[in-house]
C-alpha cells in the first residue's frame, strides 16, 4: 500500500491540493470567509487524501486524463474532513494529525459552522465541474446519498456505544455507512462523470462497500497497535466506541471479559487512563480479537477480488483498491 500510495500522491496531490487552496482561499472571487479559514486549517493538518486519489487512479485506469478528475477528488476530500470536523467535536477529540482540532482551536460552535461549510463547499465543486447538467446532477445526487449515509453511520456508532451485546455483524453494518459510503461517492462518481455501464458501476459500488469495512478494521487495529496522529493510543477506547475487537469481545468472550470490557468502554474519556486501554488489550488478547480481525480483513479482501474476477474493467479498480487499502 505504501509504495503504491506514495507513488500516486506525486503524482496527483500537488494538484489536488492546489484546487483545494485556490477553492477555499479565493472563495469565488470573493474576500476570504471565516469559513473557508477553518476549513483551509483543517485540510492543511495533511491526511493521506486517499479518498481524492481514488477518482485521478480510476481514471488512469480507464485511459482517461486523471487530471481532469481532481474537481471530483477534491469534493471528496471536503465531505471528508466535513465529517473529521463533526467527529471530533462529538468524540472531544483535541489532536487531529498532530494539530489541535478544529473545535480547540476555534470553540465548538465555530466547528460546526465549519463542518457544515465543508459539506457544501464539496457540493460546490461538483456543480462547478465542466460537464453537461445531466451528469452533474447524478454525481449530486450520489454526493447526496453518501455523505447522508456517513452521517446514519455516525449516528449508529454513537447508538452502537450503549447496546449490551453489539456483534461484529451489527459493527459491520455500521462501517458499511460511516466509514464505506465516501468511498463508494470516490469511487463510482468517476464512473458516473465518464459515462460507464450502470453494471461496472455496480459492481465497483458492491465491492467497495465491503472494502471501506476492510479499510474500518485496519483503523480500529491502528488505534490500539499503532498511532494515528491523536494524543495517545487508544482514543477510540477511551471515547467508548465499539470496535470490531470489542464487537468481537461482546459476540464471542466470556462474561466476566465482557462486563470488565464494558466498564473500560463507559468510562468517562478523562478517567481512561493507559493502564485500562491495557487492561482491554489483555482482554482482546484473551478472546483471541486481534487474530479474528486479520482473518475478517482476508476473507473481504478475497470477497472483494472474487467478486469482479474476470470483468475487463472492474477487476483492474478493486485490485488497485485492494492493495490501497490493505
Given amino acids: 500500500m505504501k509504495d503504491r500510495l506514495k507513488e500516486l500522491q506525486s503524482r496527483y496531490q500537488p494538484g489536488i491540493d ?24 483543517q485540510l492543511a493538518t495533511g491526511g493521506k ?55 480547540k482551536r476555534y470553540g465548538q460552535a465555530q466547528a460546526i459552522n465549519c463542518g457544515d461549510a465543508l459539506f457544501q463547499y464539496g457540493c460546490r465543486a461538483l456543480l462547478e465541474m465542466p460537464m453537461d447538467s445531466g451528469r452533474k446532477l447524478r454525481i449530486l445526487d450520489l454526493a447526496v446519498q453518501s455523505t447522508t449515509k456517513v452521517i446514519e453511520g455516525q449516528a449508529q456508532e454513537f447508538l452502537m456505544k450503549n447496546e449490551k451485546h453489539p456483534d461484529v455483524q451489527r459493527y459491520v453494518s455500521v462501517a458499511r455507512g460511516k466509514t464505506s459510503a465516501l468511498f463508494v461517492f470516490s469511487a463510482v462518481a468517476p464512473l ?28 480500529d487495529l491502528l488505534d490500539i497497535y499503532g498511532h494515528k496522529g491523536r494524543e495517545r493510543s487508544g482514543t477510540d477506547l477511551a471515547e467508548g466506541k465499539v470496535s470490531v475487537l470489542a464487537a ?4 464471542t468472550g466470556g462474561h466476566a471479559d465482557q462486563k470488565e470490557l464494558h466498564g473500560i468502554l463507559r468510562l ?21 480479537s486481534k487474530h479474528h480481525a486479520e482473518n475478517l480483513i482476508e476473507s473481504i479482501r478475497a470477497r472483494a477480488l472474487k467478486s469482479v474476477a474476470g470483468h475487463h474493467e472492474a477487476a483492474p479498480i478493486i485490485d ?7
Fill in 18 to 41: 492546489k484546487f483545494l487552496r485556490e477553492f477555499l482561499g479565493a472563495d469565488h472571487g470573493k474576500k476570504s470567509s471565516f469559513c473557508s479559514e477553518m476549513s483551509a486549517y
Fill in 49 to 103: 487524501r486517499l479518498r481524492a486519489l481514488i477518482p485521478c487512479l480510476i481514471y488512469e485506469i480507464l485511459g482517461e486524463t486523471a487530471e481532469s478528475a481532481i474537481p471530483l477528488g477534491a469534493a471528496a476530500e471536503l465531505f471528508h474532513n466535513a465529517t473529521l470536523v463533526h467527529d471530533d467535536l462529538q468524540d472531544s477529540d483535541q489532536m487531529r494529525r498532530g494539530h489541535p482540532t478544529v473545535w
Fill in 192 to 219: 458516473l462523470a465518464l459515462g460507464a455501464a450502470p453494471s461496472l458501476r455496480d459492481l465497483v459500488e458492491r465491492a467497495v462497500i465491503e472494502l471501506g469495512v476492510l479499510f474500518q478494521i485496519h483503523d
Fill in 248 to 251: 468481537h469481545v461482546f459476540e
Fill in 268 to 288: 468517562p474519556r478523562e478517567e481512561t487512563t493507559a493502564a485500562d486501554v491495557q487492561r482491554a488489550i489483555r482482554i482482546f488478547e484473551r478472546c483471541d
Fill in 320 to 326: 488497485e483498491l485492494v492493495a490501497l487499502f490493505s
